[in-house]
C-alpha cells in the first residue's frame, strides 16, 4: 500500500515567517490532496494536484508537486494565526475509490 | 446546506456496550466513507461506500459494520466496542470517490 511520508511532524514559526511541508510518498504520485485540519474539527479540502510540476495557490498557501521526486511541498507566505492546524496530504491512484492520507503536521503560529 | 453532518458529537461507551454513529450530507455525493483519527497514526479508512448500495472494506474493519441507507446517509456500528476504539471518528463524502473530499466535525468516542 502507498505510504505517505510528512516533515516535519509539528512546527512553530513566528507570525510573517514563511515555511515549507513536504510530503513524500513510497510509490509514484498521481492524485496528491492538501487538507487543512483545526484543532478539534473536520478537515477541510485545500487544493488537489494531479500533474507533475503542477503548482496551484489559495490565498498565501502554495502547493508544488514532484512527480519525479514523489514528493509535494507546501508552502505558506507570511504565515498568520489563522494558518495554524494539522496539515494533511494525502493521495489516491487511477481505479482507486480510496485517498490514503499521511500523519499530518502540526503548525502553531506565534504572534 | 448543511454539507456532512455527523452525530452524535461525544459519546463514552463501556467495553461491551453497542452503538450506532449517524453520517448524513445534503450535497448528492455518490461516495461516502468512514475513517477514524488516531494520535500518531493518522487517518485511516474504516469503510467506504462508492455509490448508493455498496461498501467496501478499508484499511482498518475490524470491529465494524456499516449501512448506507439511501444517497444521504451512511452509518457506521461498533457491535461490541473495544477500549481500542476509543478514538476520532470522522464521515466524509465526495461526488465520484475522487478529488475533494467533504468532512463531517467528527465523533468523539471513548470506550472504558
Known amino acids: 500500500s502507498q505510504e505517505l511520508e510528512q516533515s516535519p511532524q509539528s512546527l512553530i514559526v513566528q507570525e510573517g515567517k514563511n515555511l515549507t511541508i513536504n510530503c513524500t510518498s513510497s510509490k509514484t504520485l498521481y492524485g496528491l490532496y492538501w487538507y487543512k485540519q483545526k484543532y478539534g474539527e473536520g478537515l477541510i479540502f485545500l487544493m488537489m494536484?494531479?500533474?507533475?510540476?503542477e503548482e496551484k495557490s489559495h490565498e498565501k498557501i502554495t502547493a508544488k508537486l514532484d512527480e519525479k521526486k514523489q514528493q509535494s511541498s507546501l508552502h505558506i507566505t507570511a504565515s498568520q494565526p489563522s494558518h495554524a492546524g494539522i496539515y494533511l496530504c494525502g493521495a489516491d491512484k487511477p481505479g482507486y475509490q480510496k485517498v490514503t492520507f499521511g500523519i499530518g503536521t502540526k503548525l502553531q503560529v506565534i504572534p | 446546506n448543511a454539507g456532512v453532518t455527523q452525530t452524535p458529537k461525544f459519546q463514552v461507551l463501556k467495553t461491551g456496550q453497542s452503538m450506532t454513529l449517524q453520517c448524513a450530507q445534503d450535497?448528492?455525493?455518490?461516495?461516502m466513507y468512514w475513517y477514524r483519527q488516531d494520535p500518531g497514526m493518522g487517518l485511516r479508512l474504516i469503510y467506504y461506500?462508492?455509490?448508493?448500495?455498496?461498501?467496501d472494506k478499508g484499511e482498518v474493519p475490524n470491529g465494524y459494520n456499516v449501512s448506507r441507507l439511501n444517497k444521504r446517509e451512511f452509518s457506521l456500528r461498533l457491535e461490541s466496542a473495544a477500549p481500542s476504539q476509543t478514538s476520532v471518528y470522522f464521515c466524509?463524502?465526495?461526488?465520484?470517490?475522487?478529488?475533494?473530499?467533504?468532512f463531517g466535525p467528527g465523533t468523539r468516542l471513548t470506550v472504558l
Open positions: 461506500s462508492a455509490s448508493e448500495g455498496t461498501t
Open positions: 466524509a463524502s465526495s461526488i465520484q470517490g475522487k478529488g475533494e473530499q467533504f
Open positions: 494536484l494531479q500533474k507533475g510540476g
Open positions: 450535497m448528492n455525493h455518490n461516495s
